[in-house]
Structure formats: structure tokens, C-alpha cells
């Protein structure tokens, strides 16, 4: 059966290009860096990308890919019974050094112990043995809430990768080389890097209500607080991917970031407030990269929380088109579009447009600090139009704080007015471009203006889709995509929970994912953390992270939401409002 597995594999690597497969000799540190998900959605991930060049350009690691199994990979493993392989060179995940985690969504958590059941590691760090990889967690939901899976990590390394990977290797290659015990490492690897969260040396003490009293460490010398530490971009090489596959749904094209975060301020954006201050590359560096993508024969794909903010994007996307290349954007900010952007668009042959409106109401775009207005809006749409009949995407959300019954109709009405112009602008043309939405459940995230709020009940969520329904099939022409409010509770569950979670999720894992089963299973009412509004003052399971940002910032954005009032974005450098600058 192994045999098998490693000739998918070996198949699976010959149809790459850029992955790197190094000697294991010269004692050097080994990675299985795990995609929690398939092999197609993780070499979706750029920062998952990223982190594997960060790996492998020092010369004393080596960094290898461990992804779930899916479909006849799965079923090889289930019915051989062999453990878990590395794709680069077909290891067991048990033999590495280290097996570290990026985890983009919470979502993707269960998975996680899937691997490790696969793998023959333990479960709980507290159950491992001097033998096992030391288990390490990184990436987005680890800098905003890692509690629910806390017990299942060794370590957390907090932050963007960039600013503290090397530190950690080098920290962690000089405790290994004296093989301490396996709680002596994690103890000197806490009190060494300040960014580096060991669970297991921390603990929780709640109130009769439930609530947590305390998140303090077990021993002096290790900080109260442990830091999430940013990448400064100015004079640093564009990221981009660096492997190149068939097998994703980017189909071989290079993904190049121009910027990280967003100044806009969206009250319910977590990205918006943990990536901050906003930053973008300089604009030389990023047509330097994009060039060398180009050069090899490959599109590229433009990769920003709104690529019509990063300054000078035309001129950046003109030249790939006078250069014959091709380019996808990831999203557009409606109000910075402009025709030259969209003509460039059209030529590369890009036949969709993504816009998110969040709201159907003038109100209750106020409410999320959306900056939008619909004019705004429906200008952006009269420019799309005009310039070529491109599908639209339009991303909505449902269940947002203060929402009322005006502001779910507004979703139908603002979309007949965006088709209404839509028809107008193309009438001449003959042809129209088609409308989708995608509509989500709002919810609540750590370290935002919203993080206060509880999820709205399963069933409102689900009356409101079926309105919505009803009432856009009454227009027609429209494609309405709802995600699912029983997800929506579980996400909201992973996202704000603390440590008590855990069980859950084990008892999902070992019901074959019957969440049903395991909220039945448990000792605590998981409505607890998804339906219960928190207090300004609570302790909330990721206050021990430090982001910068100051928490009556938030309270303060948190209050102008319920009084329906604007508030400035981001002016990087120039204001003390949230505390990072």
C-alpha cells in the first residue's frame, strides 16, 4: 500500500515546479509543515507558500508538506493502515522534528486532529513522549484566538511569519542540540521568545458565571502577555507563490501580494485590525516580481484586501498587458475602480467582478463603518457596464448587529437598482453580464469592534435567508448563493470559545464529525459561547495577545456602531486612535 501512496505522490510532484527536496543529512532541523485541508486548497494559500520558502532557504532546515488526504489517498491510508507521509520525500510525519501548522480558518480545526490521528501522534500535548514532534501552531486564527485548540499544540507561534520564523529556528536548533526534556525545551523556548505561546504553561480560571476569571503563567518568568509581531515591508522583496501547480484553482498562475491589511476599517473585518498598520510594497518591488512571473510564462494573480487601493495599479497592470501577459485580481473596492483598471481587467480576460456592498441599507453600512454609499455603489457598477458585460459578484451579509427587517429588504432593492443599471448602461451592447450574491452569516471575531456581539440564532438566520430567497427569485436572472447557519454556529464556536472547546472538538472527532453528537457529549453548552452577548469589561480568551491595539479602541468603535456613526480609517503614522502607530 505504501507503495502506492508514494507513487500518487511522486506523480503528484512531477507535475509542480519549485518545490524543493533536500538531504536530510548534516543534522538539520526537520519540518512537516501541514496544510490542514487538501492538497489543492493549501497550495491555494499563498501564505502557506510563504512559509515553506521561509523554511527551506535556511540551509539547517528542512521543510516538507503533510496535507489531509482525500478521496483514493485517504482510502490507501485507512485501509494500509500507514501512517501519515510528507510529499517531498514520503517520511512518516512522526519522524520529523517538528510538525507545525498554518491554519488560515477555524473551520479547518477538526482536520487538524485527523492528521495527527493519521500521523500516530498523540492528541494532547500533555500525552506526548520524548519520541513525538514537538506540534506547533501558526498563522491568522493563531494570532487571534487559539484557545479552542490550545491543548492539542505543544506551541503557538504568534504573528506574521516573516518577523519572527528565523529567531525561532535559530532559538530552537541550540535548545535541541543539548536534548533536554521534552517540558524543559518548552519552558526555555517561552521565557526565550516573547512571541511564542506554550498553552500548557498557562492557565485558566473561570467565575461561577462561567466566565474567565483569569489566563495567567505558571512560573515568574514568563509574560503575561505574549506579542504578535508584524512584517515591516518597506525594502523587502514581494512575496509570491513560489510552487507552481496544475491542481489548484489558480491553475499554475504566480500570486503575488501588493499589500497586507486594510485601512478601511470595517468593524466586523478581523484582517482590518490584526494586519495593521496597513502596509503596501513599494510599487518598484512589486513590477520587479510581477516581471519575473511574467518571464517564466506564467499569469499572475494581484493579491490585496482591495487591489484598487494599492497605489499605482494601473500603471502596474497596464504594463502586463502591453507586455501580452495576463492577471487575475482578488477583490475590488467599488468606490476606487476606475475604467482603466477595467479595460486592463477586460483585456486579460478576466469576465467577473467582485464587490461587497455588506449591507443593503445606507444605516447599516454606517453601522459596520463600510464607508460605501450607494451612489457609490451604483456609479461603480454603471463603470463596470460600460466598460465590458462582466458577471458581478455581490457579497452581502445577514445577521450584522442591529440589523432589522428594513435592512434585510434593502439587499433586494439595492440589487434591482444594480441590475436596472446594469441593463441601462449595456442596452446598447446587447449583451448584460449576470449577477451573483453570495450572502453570509455574519460573524463575530476576535480583536474587531464586533467581537462583543453573539451570533443571531440558527433559525432568524435561516428565515431571513429563505425571505431573501423568495424575494430575489421574484426579480430574476439572479444566482443567490447562502452559506449554512448550522457552519456559521460552529465557525462562531471556534472563533470566540477558550479552552473548554477542546472537548467539543474531540468529540466531533470521534463522532466522524456529528457536531450534533458531540454538543449532546458535552458538559458545557456550546450556546454559551455563541449566542451569549459579552460584557466591555470581560476577560475574553485572547486577551493575553498582544496585537497593539488598544481594547478601549475598540470598545469605542463598538459604541459608535450602536449610535449608527461613522468613523475615520486608518491614517498610517498619523493619528494614536487604536494604538498601533
Known sequence: MRGKITALYRSRLAAERGFIKKDWGGKRLTVALAYPNTYAVGMSSLGFQVVY??????????????????????????????????????????????????VSFENDYPNILKILDLSGIAFQSQEREAKDPFVMGGGITAFLNPEPIAPFFDFFLLGEAEANLSQ???????????KRARDECLKDLASGINSLYVPS?????????????????????????????????????????????????????????????CGHACRFCAAGYV????????????????????????????????????????????????TGGHFSVSSLRAE???????????????????????????????????????????????????????????????GLPTETREDIAGIPALVKRIKHSMVKTSAKRGRIGQIRLS?????????????????????GLKEKQRWLKKALLK?????????????????????????????????????????????????MNPDFFVYRARDLDEV????????????????????????????????????????IC
Open 168 to 178: 525561532f529556528i535559530d532559538y530552537f536548533i541550540d535548545i535541541n542540540h543539548w
Open 275 to 322: 494586519y495593521r498598520p496597513p502596509r503596501t510594497y513599494a510599487e518598484g518591488a512589486i513590477r520587479s516580481q510581477v516581471k519575473k512571473a511574467l518571464d517564466s510564462g506564467s499569469p499572475v494573480g494581484l493579491l490585496s484586501a482591495a487591489v484598487s487601493d494599492i497605489p499605482g495599479i494601473e500603471k502596474i497592470t497596464r504594463e502586463i498587458i502591453e
Open 336 to 398: 476606487t475602480v476606475t475604467p482603466g483598471m477595467l479595460e486592463d481587467l477586460r483585456k486579460s480576460g478576466q469576465r467577473t467582478i467582485a464587490i461587497a456592498p455588506e449591507a443593503g441599507t445606507e444605516r447599516l453600512r454606517r453601522v459596520i463603518n463600510k464607508h460605501l454609499s450607494e451612489d457609490q455603489i451604483l456609479e461603480a457598477v454603471r463603470l463596470i457596464s460600460t466598460v465590458f458585460p462582466f458577471n458581478l459578484r455581490l457579497y452581502f451579509l445577514v
Open 53 to 102: 520558502g521561509l523554511f527551506n532557504q535556511r540551509p539547517d532546515v528542512v521543510a516538507e508538506r503533510v496535507f489531509l488526504p482525500e478521496g483514493q489517498e485517504m482510502s490507501l491510508y485507512l485501509q494500509s493502515g500507514e501512517p501519515l507521509l510528507s510529499l517531498e520525500s514520503q517520511r512518516p510525519v512522526h519522524d520529523f522534528d517538528i510538525l507545525a501548522f498554518s
Open 475 to 523: 426579480e430574476g436572472g439572479i444566482q443567490v448563493h447562502f452559506d449554512l447557519p448550522k457552519w456559521a454556529y460552529v465557525q462562531t464556536l471556534l472563533s470566540n470559545g477558550d479552552r473548554r472547546v477542546s472537548s467539543m472538538i474531540l468529540g466531533a472527532h470521534g463522532s466522524k464529525g456529528n457536531w450534533k453528537k458531540a454538543f449532546q457529549l458535552s458538559t
Open 201 to 261: 504553561l498557562y492557565r485558566q480560571e473561570y467565575n461561577r458565571d462561567g466566565t474567565i476569571r483569569v489566563l495567567e503563567p505558571r512560573f515568574q518568568d514568563l509574560s503575561e502577555k505574549i506579542a504578535a509581531p508584524i512584517f515591516q515591508t518597506s525594502g523587502t522583496e514581494v512575496p509570491c507563490s513560489t510552487i507552481l501547480t496544475p491542481d489548484t484553482q489558480f491553475n499554475d498562475r504566480v500570486l503575488v501580494e501588493l499589500g497586507r491589511g
Open 439 to 459: 450572502v453570509n452569516c455574519f460573524i463575530p471575531k476576535p480583536f474587531t469592534p464586533f467581537q462583543w456581539f453573539p451570533l443571531e440564532e440558527v433559525e
Open 540 to 579: 475574553l480568551p485572547w486577551d493575553f495577545i498582544e496585537h497593539g491595539l488598544l481594547k478601549k479602541h475598540l470598545a469605542r468603535e463598538y459604541s459608535l456602531a450602536l449610535k449608527e456613526h461613522e468613523s475615520e480609517g486608518c491614517r498610517v503614522g498619523d493619528c494614536r486612535r487604536c494604538g
